[in-house]
């Protein structure tokens, strides 16, 4: 490997030095931002990612360039570790280091260096695979990255458009290949065919209750689901998907006033199509990571909003019966994890009602899919709709050991199974996740209405607020509190303590960071008033501690 064609090549990606000496982070979602400052950042993550290929021992990276449920003139880039898992997050560190170098020169030196710290053998094979969303600016991106890969000797497949989760899939399909743990087949259709082969055993003799309307946030879940529904046949399970926002030939309506984010941050149903009073709808995000159901109430016309912190509930309540069902009560252990920002209704039903253990961990989903696997069962959602169930090798040893003594058990254990496969292992995936819960759906014989009694969602409000300097902001106990700036947690405790049942928090955000900086404040209380006001008056605590 050459340090000259490396520096060539990185002649060909500069980067944009950011002012006032601030750096690139890589964050909860890789590098995130403006799609024109992403060209050498993108260059320099496949530099990284060759590294980290050789370091472990050639097994395959996967490189995903999306923005998500950012507008269409955002881009990011993220790596995706060889089972499909975040990068781990020592190597966060590194890429860090190698985005920030001021030269070319610095770029192929760092490197060399991290090569010889890491004791990486820069002479054995490597391999890199990347996918991206729907956004135009994701070629010139995929170039980068592909330039990156030939200056360091590293083979580079290019699967071109596809969804974040389909990304983190192929990725485990390639490095499991022709193992007894293999993923599946290394290929889109493959994806496809084990997620419709699992849902239609996960929904044998069950029938899913008629249309469900997929608002598709005119991103790559459009067309990707409806490669999917040429597989599936509605007269075997009753499902009838009809997909809307599925515009993808037209750039900037990508995640424009529709989509899983908007609904959550809105907390109100995308305004087109208009949905129908009654009708049984869902929204994705831009790249299909996120999944956000809702329904109107055609008596009282009330929109009921199904989040992650909803989704998780269900999922735990049905695999907790099955369990019981299966005779495997007591026998695996089934968590939920969520985030500081589940509604406290949410936490409240499941240790309650449930009777389950639940975990909170910072924001981000390495943090909770972390957490997740230390159950044998690990429920983790983000209440924006990300997240999915892990179902550990010893859950699923189970599962195929077990001998069944009654019909219903094995019918228990023939779902339970099928979850195991429908559900994406990798990642949260909001294809996979719909499928799931219109399984889930279909077995309790349940409508939208039914789910929606199952407890309410205490009122609540998050507020983006610009700071000057979002890096003042630290937190401690899993982001539910400030360290720093000094008094600013005791000026919320102050104000939380005036309202009912209420519960304030403020961190910087991690994705946010350019041009303008942000913290999030989110406000739960008894009342729809209480939560919007004590909202509003931890955001102005937190303006006034942000810096100019
Ligand atoms: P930040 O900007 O750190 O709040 C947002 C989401 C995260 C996660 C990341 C990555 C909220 C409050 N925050 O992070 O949950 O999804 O984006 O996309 O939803
Ligand atoms: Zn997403």
Aim: charged content about 25%; overall charge negative.
């Amino acid at each position: 490997m050459e340090r000259d064609s490396i520096i060539a090549a990185s002649q060909k990606h500069d980067i944009a030095a950011l002012p006032d000496g601030k750096l690139y982070t890589y964050g909860t979602a890789g590098f995130r931002m403006a799609a024109d400052l992403l060209d050498g950042i993108t260059f320099r993550v496949g530099l990284l990612s060759a590294l980290r290929s050789r370091k472990l021992s050639g097994q395959a990276i996967g490189v995903m360039i999306t923005a998500s449920h950012n507008p269409a003139k955002d881009n990011g880039v993220k790596i995706v570790d060889p089972m499909g898992d975040m990068l781990e997050q020592e190597w966060e560190v590194y890429a860090t280091q190698l985005v920030n170098c001021a030269t070319h020169e610095a770029v192929a030196d760092t490197f060399f260096q991290l090569a010889e710290q890491l004791k990486v053998d820069l002479k054995s094979g490597a391999k890199v695979i990347a996918g991206r969303d729907t956004r135009p600016s994701g070629i010139t991106l995929l170039q980068a990255l592909s330039d990156a890969c030939s200056a360091t000797n590293t083979s580079f497949v290019d699967y071109k458009v596809l969804t974040t989760p389909q990304l983190h899939y192929l990725t485990r399909c390639v490095n499991t290949e022709g193992t007894p743990s293999s993923y599946g087949e290394v290929s889109e259709a493959g994806y496809y065919k084990k997620i419709n082969s699992a849902w239609e055993r996960a929904m044998k003799n069950k029938k899913a209750s008629g249309a469900l309307t997929v608002d598709c946030a005119n991103g790559v879940g459009g067309p990707k689901l409806k490669e999917l529904l040429k597989l599936m046949d509605p007269s075997k399970t009753g499902l009838e998907c009809k997909v809307v926002n599925d515009d993808v030939l037209k750039p900037e309506v990508l995640n424009l006033d529709c989509g899983a984010d908007f609904v959550k941050t809105r907390q109100r149903a995308p305004p087109n199509p208009k949905p129908q009073p009654g009708g049984r709808w869902c929204s994705l995000d831009g790249d299909a990571d996120r999944l956000i159901y809702y329904w109107i109430d055609p008596e009282t016309t009330q929109f009921f909003m199904f989040d992650g912190d909803r989704i998780a509930t269900l999922a735990a309540s049905f695999i907790a019966d099955l369990f019981r069902t299966a005779g495997l009560d007591g026998e695996l252990r089934i968590g939920v994890v969520q985030t500081a920002y589940a509604n406290g209704a949410s936490t409240k039903y499941v240790e309650q009602h449930l009777q389950l253990p639940v975990v909170c961990t910072p924001t981000g989903v390495k943090h909770l899919h972390h957490a997740a696997c230390a159950f044998d069962i690990g429920v983790y959602f983000e209440a924006n709709g990300h997240g999915t169930v892990l179902f550990s090798t010893d859950a699923v040893q189970t599962f195929e050991k077990k001998q069944p003594q009654s019909p219903a058990q094995k019918e228990a254990l023939d779902t339970l199974r099928a979850l195991a496969d429908l559900i994406n292992q990798t990642v949260g995936d909001a294809i996979s996740d719909m499928l799931m819960v219109e399984v889930i759906l279909a077995h309790k014989g349940w409508g939208l209405r039914d789910w929606a009694m199952t407890y309410q969602d205490l009122p609540n409000r998050l507020v983006r607020v610009e700071v000057g300097n979002k890096d003042l902001f630290q937190t401690t106990d899993a982001e539910r509190k400030l360290s720093q700036p000094a008094g600013c947690q005791d000026e919320i405790d102050q104000c939380v303590k005036k309202y009912t049942n209420a519960r304030s928090f403020a961190r910087a955000s991690g994705t946010e960071n350019y041009p303008s900086q942000a913290c999030r404040v989110y406000a739960e209380a008894a009342t729809r008033s209480e939560a919007d006001d004590l909202a509003n008056k931890v955001a102005h605590i937190v303006k006034t501690y942000g810096g100019a």
